[in-house]
């Protein structure tokens, strides 16, 4: 049974940082494109950042520069680290993994392109 478990969320003020972490089990996702997306009250889930079999991330505008995704592919776990939160930072954190390993290089954006996603991990930032 697969399953990814994300932990780490929490309170922070404004301007601290969080580390969330998304442990998988039931198969390895080593070359499989992973993300993070959040979900605000009455809002749709929104893409946060996505790193590619390679290595390389891909970030929404509104974290880039601030947030850092990552992964232990030994640990089978993917990391989050955001920085500088702010207010609008606020919401359920995500960890999302495809089902296909793909030939090329690619991230994804969209939720439907994942098939696999954890329970979520509330992050409040207060102002």
């Known amino acids: 049974q697969v399953q990814l478990v994300e932990s780490g969320g929490g309170l922070v003020q404004a301007g601290g940082s969080l580390r969330l972490s998304c442990a998988a089990s039931?198969?390895?996702?080593?070359?499989?494109?992973m993300g993070w997306f959040r979900q605000a009250p009455g809002k749709e889930r929104e893409f946060v950042a996505a790193r590619a079999k390679s290595g390389s991330g891909t970030y929404s505008d509104s974290v880039k520069g601030r947030f850092t995704i990552s992964r232990d592919n030994a640990k089978n776990t993917l990391y989050l680290q955001m920085n500088s939160l702010k207010p609008e930072d606020t919401a359920v954190y995500y960890c999302?993994?495809?089902?296909?390993?793909?030939?090329?290089?690619?991230?994804?954006?969209?939720?439907?392109?994942?098939?696999?996603w954890g329970q979520g991990a509330q992050v409040t930032v207060s102002s």
């Open positions: 999302a993994a495809t089902d296909v390993v793909f030939a090329t290089d690619v991230v994804f954006t969209i939720p439907s392109r994942y098939k696999y």
């Open positions: 039931g198969r390895s996702f080593s070359n499989n494109v």
